[in-house]
């Protein structure tokens, strides 16, 4: 089991950036990550996802503009979100899988204004 702990989240202009991190309580080496977000009114939707191996997947709506990385010696997961947009103003969330195992943050609130 792994608790995650995300934090970076705040107001911010758009074309602004913004860093988030996500902390585990434990060894993350064996899962795969990700970052979701959802929006009021809006189901949850992946971000980007990190595989244990590194390999990573975006959505098409922030691709080119975030960036995944881990950091599996800090049990860390950032995702560093640049030409920031009012539609990317959501809750952002982190995850940890493996092997049907799922675990969750409790959120960082991602405000974007226009």
């Known amino acids: 089991q792994v608790q995650l702990v995300e934090s970076g989240g705040g107001l911010v202009q758009a074309g602004g950036s913004l860093r988030l991190s996500c902390a585990a309580s434990?060894?993350?080496?064996?899962?795969?990550m990700g970052w979701y977000r959802q929006a009021p009114g809006k189901q949850r939707e992946l971000v980007a996802y990190?595989?244990?191996?590194?390999?990573?997947n975006y959505a098409d709506s922030v691709k080119g503009r975030f960036t995944i990385s881990r950091d599996n010696a800090k049990n860390t997961v950032n995702l560093q979100m640049n030409s920031l947009k009012p539609e990317d103003t959501a809750g952002y969330y982190c995850?940890?899988?493996?092997?049907?195992?799922?675990?969750w943050g409790q959120g960082t609130q991602v405000t974007v204004s226009s």
């Open positions: 995850s940890a899988h493996y092997l049907g195992d799922d675990y």
């Open positions: 990190i595989t244990r191996g590194g390999s990573t």
């Open positions: 434990g060894s993350i080496s064996r899962f795969n």
